[in-house]
T-cell receptor, first 114, second 113 residues
Framework: NAGVTQTPKFQVLKTGQSMTLQCAQD?????MSWYRQDPGMGLRLIHY???????DQGEVPNGYNVSRSTTEDFPLRLLSAAPSQTSVYFC?????????????FGPGTRLTVT | GQQVMQIPQYQHVQEGEDFTTYCNSS?????IQWYKQRPGGHPVFLIQ?????EVKKQKRLTFQFGEAKKNSSLHITATQTTDVGTYFC?????????????FGQGTELSVKP
């Protein structure tokens, strides 16, 4: 199993540009989420999904859109990039049912907005 | 909303010294998880604690969950350079398994050989 994969690894955008960060998992996990990581801020939840067709907002959703058309994929869209969105973005997945909340993280996308 | 606070933010130790990071939640948690992130890497799950007062060990790492289920700690005995990284605690926002997982700010550990 590849686990959780993310593309691209690095991206530089100009202010106002749009782009989609890709995330895929092959573990048949129902629950997927996007976090951003900034120095001293830990991991902040952007959006999450408990299954195909269901998404919800996290702590910092403004400026980001998500959709979940399949169990495997959970793309994150930046509609109009701003310098404040410069960050490292992690996608994660886990089982929705069961006793363990263990989340599996992807390798991350390092985004710079100039 | 729920807040998860971690202290200290940074810890520098000499190899062989002990290290402890503390995690406090503003609300009672159904469980708490700990993750480790190596420099340049992604968070990796270490352990989950569920029961009040629970203590679990993984080699030199000892994890505790408070009696009130609002705080937790991670203690590393005799640190090694391989322990370098940032340690995060995380707790679900509510009892629902679909609840959001809220992370603390993390404690960055550096170990001087």
């Amino acid at each position: 199993n590849a686990g959780v994969t993310q593309t691209p690894k690095f991206q530089v955008l100009k202010t106002g540009q749009s782009m989609t960060l890709q995330c895929a998992q092959d573990m048949n996990h129902e629950y997927m989420s996007w976090y951003r990581q900034d120095p001293g801020m830990g991991l902040r939840l952007i959006h999450y999904s408990v299954g195909a067709g269901i998404t919800d907002q996290g702590e910092v959703p403004n400026g980001y859109n998500v959709s979940r058309s399949t169990t495997e994929d959970f793309p994150l869209r930046l509609l109009s990039a701003a310098p404040s969105q410069t960050s490292v973005y992690f996608c994660a997945s886990r089982r929705f049912q069961g006793q363990t909340y263990e989340q599996y993280f992807g390798p991350g996308t390092r985004l710079t907005v100039t | 909303g729920q807040q998860v606070m971690q202290i200290p933010q940074y810890q520098h130790v000499q190899e062989g010294e002990d290290f402890t990071t503390y995690c406090n939640s503003s609300t009672t948690l159904s469980n708490i998880q700990w993750y480790k992130q190596r420099p340049g890497g992604h968070p990796v799950f270490l352990i989950q604690l569920v029961k009040s007062g629970e203590v679990k060990k993984q080699k030199r790492l000892t994890f505790q969950f408070g009696e009130a289920k609002k705080n937790s700690s991670l203690h590393i005995t005799a640190t090694q350079t391989t322990d370098v990284g940032t340690y995060f605690c995380a707790g679900p926002e509510n009892e629902n398994q679909g609840g959001k997982l809220i992370f603390g700010q993390g404690t960055e550990l550096s170990v001087k050989p």
